[in-house]
């Protein structure tokens, strides 16, 4: 049975709450809770060292910690090869023996996963050019990437996990990648969490967003929540000392003069202070850091 298959369609794809862990005295996750409904796709956005790859291994059931946590119904700590059918992963560095053809390593997922589908690995390798002959010694390292893509986005699963997964190749591949991810597997029912430090490429397409910083979760919200409370505002000189006064969570100069970002503050008290624009992710995620 597939996991979660006798849960109601409703239920989340994951549900963490109070996650956990620690390494000795350092605290890698420190109660940590969200949710990922089925049909979005969440962005796993912090620095290095902020918890983003042990959250990503504690959904895939690969580390253990306290709390709570479901995936797609599963506890990942007794259920994890009963969720493996169900999920699919994408690591940052795909590890592939340099011996292999591409053939074989398309005859070994066949083999070992019942939904992969055979037909779109190969018209995804053929549209990067990789030939089914080739030994992935031969290959670039933005084709090894291409080629671990291709084998896992052709797996019929309900959750995907990326970890930094177009690390190595270059902006046009990398935006094939998403538009063919959008395109090809996305859907109301399947859900993406994805992990990066690219977060301008994400954007368009995230419909939630997750920062985490030292092991919190510091902003827990939908993309179509940011204009309604966030404001970035393009101060005028003369309005420097009132923007001040008002609070803002950012300052920073620009080429005009200052630009700050606001939290909570009416855009109608905002409005003769500067131009009002709705800030990027990137822009907000180091407001936030900061």
Do not use: C
């Not at 912090?46 to 599963?74: D, M, Q």
């Not at 992969?116 to 990067?128: E, G």
């Not at 597997?185 to 368009?204: A, L, M």
């Amino acid at each position: 049975m597939r996991a979660g298959a006798e849960q109601e369609e409703r239920e989340p794809a994951i549900v963490a709450d109070g996650l956990t862990k620690s390494y000795g005295a350092s605290v890698v996750l420190d109660d940590v809770s969200f949710v990922v409904e089925r049909g979005s796709i969440v962005g796993l956005v912090g620095p290095n060292g902020a918890g983003k790859t042990t959250t990503l291994k504690s959904i895939l059931g690969l580390t253990s910690f306290a709390g709570n946590l479901k995936v797609l119904g599963v506890d990942p700590r007794r259920g994890r090869h009963t969720i493996m059918q169900d999920v699919g992963f994408i690591a940052d560095v795909g590890v592939l023996p340099r011996w292999l053809k591409v053939a074989q390593a398309i005859d070994y997922v066949a083999g070992v996963h019942p939904r992969f589908d055979r037909t779109r690995a190969v018209d995804r390798l053929r549209d990067s050019g990789i030939g089914l002959d080739r030994r992935v010694r031969q290959l670039s390292k933005g084709m090894v990437t291409q080629l671990h893509l291709a084998l896992v986005m052709s797996i019929d699963v309900d959750l995907l996990v990326l970890d930094e997964p177009t690390l190595g190749l270059d902006i046009v591949h990398r935006k094939a990648f998403y538009d063919r991810l959008l395109r090809d597997y996305f859907d109301d029912k399947r859900s993406i969490i994805i992990s990066t430090h690219q977060v301008e490429e994400i954007e368009p397409l995230l419909t939630d967003v997750l920062f985490i910083d030292r092991g919190r979760i510091v902003l827990d919200l939908g993309t179509n929540e940011i204009a309604e409370r966030f404001a970035e505002v393009s101060v005028d000189a003369s309005a420097v000392d009132r923007a001040l006064a008002a609070g803002p969570i950012s300052v920073r100069e620009t080429m005009a003069g200052k630009s700050m970002i606001f939290e909570g503050v009416d855009r109608a008290l905002l409005a003769d202070l500067g131009e009002i624009v709705t800030p990027g992710l990137a822009d907000l995620f180091v407001a936030r850091m900061s």
